[in-house]
């Protein structure tokens, strides 16, 4: 009898834990309280909300429909090739993310050696650090598994930790008006868009699906759980964060500041900083640059991208792939960029990029009928609460980019509309031309 080598339920549920809880809470919850003071913790509660009530075409369509590299797939099968380009371009250049990792591993090993506490050591060490796990990666990731495992459990001890030591000092006037909404609701909405995937990593399990056993029973329950299990943590994070110092020393700060106040001695403080903050930058560093350049192999082979791009060594990486993400990463570290600014771009350009595929699920009844009439959907959604589904979608994820786009430096947008009006009017002439040749060689027949 053929073993069964697809994961289980909990296999599948570790795999999304380990999706979810990372950088996100360590990068982003400083920035947040800056956004919105201390309703930081209110925040993450609406952004769970908000991920499970938008992403669920998502859902429904890789568990009707399992593929790898879902986004893609579901953008060219279910709408036009067209679409799966523009994915591709907008899902490129979000990746300047892996420049997020970099500076804030090395804003948190200042905190331990105060020595790197300036520009010139701040950049050094931010592309020293992405250098190092650049090369890492070039040699395959088969050794790195078990470290990443490892760095997890202590990440979510860790993360344990901070709460449990720092529940108990928070301020007793935590709950004051003027602490909360700082920035009224477009402060807080801003926040909320920007913490998005913080609470959402599990969806990139849909990239996983078919190696997912009985994924239409599996997969959305994972998604659930995992998502209401890490939100309510990192609502707790956020109120030790924001509530043990008063909230305008904790606004866009990392959490080094709050966790000196939380931990009683320095061995506890410097297990937190290594074991959590950098255990947390470290284990998405490594596992996005394998995850990124992976991704977009396919792409490579569809000619969005150059084919020699999807190249891989003998340690089957695709390295030139790899080259462009530590490129695209090192030039935000080495120009200091304001990591605010930075994470705002690469989270609005990764919801630009997954609003695409949504609309897919509305040609998946017709382009695949039989596998949506066997699902359990089919007497469920009717066409118009498919409809209705896509268009809260859409309202939820453009009003998120708007919120995180419209407090940018002037400067960053117009690079952005440029590059979106490029990928735009290159995929339309692409289009045109094809078509063009079409027919002309239609009339040579």
Not at 53 to 58: D, H, Q
Not at 129 to 141: C, H, K, M, Q, S
Not at 369 to 378: A, D, H, L, N, R
């Given at each position: 009898m053929k073993k069964d080598n697809r994961l289980s339920f909990f296999e599948t549920l570790t795999m999304a834990t380990g999706f979810t809880i990372g950088s996100g809470i360590i990068t982003l919850t400083g920035i947040g309280i800056g956004m919105t003071g201390r309703s930081v913790f209110i925040a993450f509660a609406v952004c769970?909300?908000?991920?499970?009530?938008?992403?669920?075409?998502?859902?429904?369509?890789s568990s009707?429909?399992?593929?790898?590299?879902?986004?893609?797939?579901?953008?060219?099968?279910?709408?036009?090739?067209?679409?799966?380009?523009?994915?591709?371009?907008?899902?490129?250049?979000?990746?300047?993310?892996?420049?997020?990792?970099?500076?804030?591993?090395?804003?948190?090993?200042?905190s331990l050696i105060p020595a790197l506490n300036n520009p010139v050591g701040m950049k050094v060490v931010a592309a020293?650090?992405?250098?190092?796990?650049?090369?890492?990666?070039?040699?395959?990731?088969?050794?790195?598994?078990?470290?990443?495992?490892?760095?997890?459990?202590?990440?979510?001890?860790s993360l344990l930790s901070f709460v449990i030591f720092g529940i108990g000092k928070v301020e007793?006037?935590?709950?004051?008006?003027?602490?909360?909404?700082?920035?009224?609701?477009?402060?807080?909405?801003?926040?909320?868009?920007?913490?998005?995937?913080?609470?959402?990593g599990a969806y990139i399990i849909t990239d996983f699906a078919p190696k997912i056993r009985n994924p239409e029973k599996v997969m959305t329950k994972v998604i659930y759980i995992v998502t209401i299990g890490v939100t309510v943590l990192y609502m707790f994070i956020g109120i030790v964060a924001s509530g043990v110092i008063p909230q305008a020393e904790a606004a866009y700060q990392s959490l080094v500041v709050t966790a000196r106040i939380v931990y009683p001695n320095n061995l506890l403080f410097s297990i937190f900083i290594v074991g959590g903050a950098l255990g947390a930058l470290i284990t998405t560093l490594n596992s996005s640059f394998v995850w990124y350049s992976s991704s977009l192999i396919q792409a490579c082979k569809d000619g969005w991208l150059p084919?020699?791009?999807?190249?891989t060594n003998k340690y089957e990486v695709p390295y030139i792939l790899t080259t462009i993400f530590y490129i695209l990463g090192l030039i935000p570290a080495l120009l200091g960029m304001d990591l605010t600014v930075v994470s705002k771009i690469a989270v609005g350009m990764t919801i630009l990029s997954i609003?695409?595929?949504?609309?897919?699920?509305?040609?998946?009844?017709?382009?695949?009928?039989?596998?949506?009439?066997?699902?359990?959907?089919?007497?469920?959604?009717?066409?118009?609460?498919?409809?209705?589904?896509?268009?809260?979608?859409?309202?939820?994820?453009?009003?998120?980019?708007?919120?995180?786009?419209?407090?940018?430096?002037?400067?960053a947008n117009v690079i952005i509309l440029l590059y979106i009006l490029g990928i735009g009017l290159y995929l339309f002439f692409k289009s045109k031309y094809k078509t063009l040749k079409t027919e002309g060689e239609g009339e040579k027949d």
């Open positions: 769970a909300v908000l991920f499970l009530i938008s992403f669920r075409p998502l859902f429904i369509m009707v429909l399992p593929r790898m590299s879902a986004a893609y797939s579901y953008s060219k099968e279910l709408i036009t090739k067209e679409a799966g380009g523009l994915y591709v371009y907008i899902y490129f250049f979000g990746r300047i993310t892996i420049a997020i990792f970099g500076i804030s591993i090395a804003q948190y090993l200042a020293g650090v992405l250098t190092l796990f650049y090369i890492i990666n070039l040699f395959g990731i088969k050794n790195a598994a078990i470290v990443q495992n490892v760095l997890f459990v202590i990440l979510v001890f007793s006037n935590f709950f004051e008006q003027k602490a909360f909404f700082v920035n009224g609701f477009s402060g807080f909405y801003s926040a909320v868009s920007l913490l998005f995937f913080a609470v959402g084919k020699a791009w999807g190249k609003l695409i595929p949504m609309a897919g699920i509305l040609k998946l009844p017709e382009k695949y009928p039989e596998e949506w009439k066997q699902s359990v959907y089919s007497k469920r959604y009717p066409k118009w609460r498919l409809r209705t589904m896509v268009v809260i979608t859409y309202l939820i994820m453009s009003t998120q980019v708007y919120a995180l786009f419209a407090g940018n430096p002037a400067t």
